[in-house]
């Protein structure tokens, strides 16, 4: 059985690697950098303050243990927060919310919690892939009078910081999803990375108001149907090697065809096969990233039989061979 460690005891083993030197722990200017000691497992953290009213956090890694990492009191002021998980997750439990919550991947959270006590549980051996972000509440006051523009829930939560009590979930889109991957990949440094940096966040943020406001073309469509469709997306992804055919996706979450296709241009803008077909590249992408899995091996754990189809296809999506990504991972 994997032992679970407390967030002191982690603590204390984050020290003694600390004063051993056999952890890569630095800060470069406004980037902070902390690499996983293989005690605790392997990955990286990054923070960097974009600026001081803006933070962002980006986690790449996998624990040996599970951590049990809990919060006496989230500060009486406590900025939004966004959190995007491309892989892995955890399950929070907090006095706010009624019962624990289970943050997954493929899923935005937004929350503002003050003067809540938390408990958060990470699993050993899952990659954990997540973006976040806090916005403090002089950064959207900083855009004047069009606080009105914002959903109300945001809004309060803005002007009565110690007060609101938020938290809400998405599903992550195509179009973040690409940006989550742009941050994980920026190939900038130094003041050009922070300018990228902070467009990328204030471009996720964009489409998450954007979300939440239903102000996307996805307010066409009815609730139930909305939520159908999101179904639908998540039985492609669980079943990325061998999909149902679009009648059989289509029984499955009780949709004519005709919604269905009309649906996933609207929510998603593209075809339902599209969707399937960018998840899979994006997905190979990472895989080659980690080196683990070579290229025939990456094609058949996306769903591609033929290693010469898989190549095309991932030419085609990403402009270079598949030995491209594996290569600089």
């Given at each position: 059985?994997?032992?679970?460690?407390?967030?002191?005891?982690?603590?204390?083993?984050?020290?003694?690697?600390?004063?051993?030197?056999?952890?890569?722990?630095?800060?470069?200017?406004?980037?902070?950098?902390?690499?996983?000691?293989?005690?605790?497992?392997?990955?990286?953290?990054?923070?960097?303050?974009?600026?001081?009213?803006?933070?962002?956090?980006?986690?790449?890694?996998?624990?040996?243990?599970?951590?049990?990492?809990?919060?006496?009191?989230?500060?009486?002021?406590?900025?939004?927060?966004?959190?995007?998980?491309?892989?892995?997750?955890?399950?929070?439990?907090?006095?706010?919310?009624?019962?624990?919550?289970?943050?997954?991947?493929?899923?935005?959270?937004?929350?503002?919690?003050?003067?809540?006590?938390?408990?958060?549980?990470?699993?050993?051996?899952?990659?954990?892939?997540?973006?976040?972000?806090?916005?403090?509440?002089?950064?959207?006051?900083?855009?004047?009078?069009?606080?009105?523009?914002?959903?109300?829930?945001?809004?309060?939560?803005?002007?009565?910081?110690?007060?609101?009590?938020?938290?809400?979930?998405?599903?992550?889109?195509?179009?973040?999803?690409?940006?989550?991957?742009?941050?994980?990949?920026?190939?900038?440094?130094?003041?050009t990375q922070q300018i990228y940096l902070e467009a990328k966040v204030l471009e996720l943020l964009a489409l998450q108001l954007g979300q939440l406001s239903g102000s996307l073309q996805t307010n066409q469509l009815p609730t139930d149907d909305i939520d159908r469709i999101y179904h639908a997306r998540d039985i492609l992804i669980h079943n990325v090697i061998k999909p149902p055919s679009l009648a059989e996706l289509a029984r499955q979450v009780q949709l004519n065809e005709r919604k269905l296709k009309q649906g996933f241009r609207q929510v998603f803008n593209t075809t339902v096969f599209?969707?399937?077909?960018?998840?899979?590249?994006?997905?190979?992408?990472?895989?080659?990233?980690?080196?683990?899995?070579?290229?025939?091996?990456?094609?058949?754990?996306?769903?591609?039989?033929?290693?010469?189809?898989?190549?095309?296809?991932?030419?085609?999506?990403?402009?270079?061979?598949?030995?491209?990504?594996?290569?600089?991972?």
């Open positions: 059985m994997v032992k679970a460690l407390t967030g002191s005891e982690v603590f204390e083993i984050l020290e003694e690697c600390r004063e051993n030197d056999t952890v890569s722990d630095y800060t470069n200017g406004a980037e902070q950098f902390f690499e996983l000691p293989p005690q605790l497992g392997q990955g990286y953290w990054r923070r960097f303050q974009l600026r001081p009213t803006l933070r962002l956090t980006v986690e790449d890694l996998e624990k040996r243990q599970t951590h049990i990492h809990k919060i006496q009191q989230h500060p009486q002021t406590m900025p939004l927060t966004l959190s995007f998980y491309t892989a892995g997750g955890s399950i929070v439990d907090n006095d706010g919310l009624n019962g624990s919550v289970e943050e997954i991947a493929g899923k935005s959270y937004l929350y503002c919690l003050p003067n809540t006590a938390e408990v958060e549980c990470y699993p050993a051996k899952q990659r954990i892939r997540r973006v976040s972000f806090q916005i403090f509440p002089e950064l959207m006051q900083a855009f004047g009078d069009r606080s009105h523009e914002l959903p109300t829930n945001i809004r309060q939560a803005i002007e009565q910081p110690e007060k609101v009590m938020l938290h809400c979930s998405n599903s992550i889109t195509p179009m973040q999803q690409q940006i989550l991957q742009q941050i994980f990949q920026c190939p900038f440094q130094g003041l599209g969707y399937l077909h960018n998840y899979r590249m994006e997905q190979a992408q990472q895989l080659l990233q980690t080196g683990q899995l070579n290229i025939e091996q990456t094609a058949c754990r996306v769903g591609y039989a033929s290693r010469s189809s898989f190549v095309a296809a991932f030419k085609k999506k990403f402009k270079v061979p598949p030995s491209h990504f594996r290569k600089s991972g």
